[in-house]
């Protein structure tokens, strides 16, 4: 009996070693979106992390349930349910980082734009509770269409007068993820010692990874760099059709999720050189919202880090993606704007 024990005790604190970093935090996170396929998978990272001392999770069904499970683990984080508008705002109350999944999955057929008329009311209502209940909080989104929806959150945000650039972020963390280990299989590498910025949106042929800035270094011929290149662009279409019906990537997005909330926890406690990607304001390119390595720091975005040095496979892709950018902002601006 006490070998069995001794042998669970392990199990749970390696499990609460992988999951985040060793330093603790008093961080109050928010999941809005809780109930659904990437918000529980989600919420069960944050609540394995030493960073998060408050989860607070809304849905507008089912969270109570989602918290009461939650809650039986044994690790430091307090959970709390909320649900159906009238108990936003309270959820919201005093949040230093708001992370947002919800809305509906892509189904097979589906481009991430076909989500947009539903999303964008979803995201354009939550955020603008942000805006009134936690103005000055991390402002994470996952819900798609990223290239459309952080465009609709910055206009909400402005809306309110609150507006602050350095702390709206997408999420594009799972074209990184997917990026390393696409790389790492290729090359017999262990995916966690393995980095490839991945730049632009996260649509199609907006996913730009950049290869040539892979750490480790390596090369591929141009017709392999190129199906692999198709392949980190479409693993999100590869999921929902192997899904079925059944719905989109969600256990993947929740790790990415998880991890890109953990360095911006780390980030905002005073830890040096973070570097995460995600979709910003930015001025790097012709478009007002791209995609590149960022430093964080306690205040959000601390430098927009650029693009680095691009090889011309790479520049060529870059100038591809403009249009559709251009396209997919302006969607979000324009539904922002005549949003009641």
């Not at 918290?67 to 307090?78: G, K, P």
């Not at 996913?207 to 040539?212: F, Q, W």
């Not at 590149?292 to 601390?302: A, S």
């Amino acid at each position: 009996m006490l070998s069995r024990l001794s042998t669970a005790t392990a199990t749970a604190t390696a499990l609460r070693r992988g999951i985040a970093t060793s330093a603790q935090n008093n961080a109050k996170v928010a999941v809005l979106g809780a109930s659904g396929g990437i918000g529980q998978p989600l919420s069960l990272l944050l609540k394995n992390s030493p960073l998060v001392s408050k989860l607070s999770l809304y849905d507008i069904a089912h969270t109570p349930g989602v918290a009461a499970d939650l809650s039986h683990i044994e690790t430091r984080a307090s959970v709390k349910g909320f649900m159906g508008p009238e108990q936003l705002p309270e959820c919201l109350k005093g949040c230093d980082v708001v992370v947002i999944p919800a809305g509906v999955p892509r189904k097979p057929g589906m481009t991430r734009d076909d989500l947009f008329n539903t999303n964008a009311s979803i995201v354009a209502s939550l955020t603008s509770a942000c805006a009134k209940h936690c103005p000055e909080a991390m402002i994470c989104i996952i819900s798609n269409p990223v290239n459309s929806t952080i465009p609709i959150a910055s206009e909400v945000f402005k809306k309110h007068g609150v507006y602050n650039p350095n702390k709206i972020f997408g999420v594009t963390t799972l074209d990184i993820v997917r990026a390393n280990t696409f790389v790492a299989e290729l090359k017999g590498l262990d995916p966690a010692r393995v980095t490839v910025p991945v730049i632009g949106g996260h649509a199609g042929k907006t996913i730009i990874p950049l290869i040539s800035q892979c750490t480790p270094k390596v090369e591929f011929p141009q017709d392999q760099l190129e199906k692999l290149t198709a392949r980190i662009q479409e693993a999100g279409t590869e999921v929902v059709q192997a899904k079925a019906g059944a719905g989109s990537a969600t256990l993947s997005m929740a790790y990415a999720g998880a991890r890109f909330v953990f360095s911006l926890l780390d980030a905002m406690s005073g830890k040096q050189g973070v570097v995460e990607c995600a979709f910003v304001r930015s001025d790097v390119t012709e478009v007002p919202y791209f995609s590149t390595p960022l430093q964080l720091g306690k205040k959000g975005m601390e430098k927009n880090l650029g693009l680095g040095k691009l090889s011309p496979f790479e520049e060529k892709m870059v100038a591809a993606a403009m249009s559709e950018l251009k396209a997919s902002i302006k969607k979000g601006e324009e539904f922002a704007k005549n949003f009641k």
